[in-house]
Every structure is written in structure tokens, then in C-alpha cells.
């Protein structure tokens, strides 16, 4: 589901993950809604995957709408690395 080197946002509740994922949608962003890793911990039980190509145009359009990521994670050599 993750991919190498896949970018991993992790929020604080269901509704911001969907506003999350409406914003993104129509930004025409590549990303996916995913459960959250079993690796990582959160109440929300979704996060938002995106590729390191999309890192610049997802997070603008987060920060635009104020609904920046409370984490975010990279995969790495099968492990998730916070950033």
C-alpha cells in the first residue's frame, strides 16, 4: 500500500482528513487516502499518501487550506521515518 520512499500525513481527526482529501482532489493532486500503517499511531485511523513528486504541490495546497499534517512520515527501507 505504501511504497518506497512514499510520503505518509497523519491528522488529527476523520474531518480534517477529509477536508484534507477534498482539497487535494480539487487541486488535481496525485495522492491517496489510505488507513493509517500499522507502524504508526493515530486516533483518526486514515492518512494521506502521496508520492515525493507530489510532496511540493500537496503541501501547498494543505498549508493553503491551514490543514497541515499533525506528522508526517517517509518510508524508508521498509520503516517509517518521521520528518
Known sequence: MVRENDLVA???S????MQAEKALKLAGADFLLIP???QLASD???AIR??????VRVE???QQENLQPVELFCREQGAYRRL
Open 44 to 46: 483518526c485511523g486514515l
Open 36 to 38: 493509517v500503517p500499522r
Open 10 to 12: 497523519i491528522f488529527h
Open 50 to 55: 502521496y508520492a515525493p513528486a507530489e510532496r
Open 60 to 62: 501547498a495546497v494543505l
Open 14 to 17: 476523520i474531518h480534517r482528513v
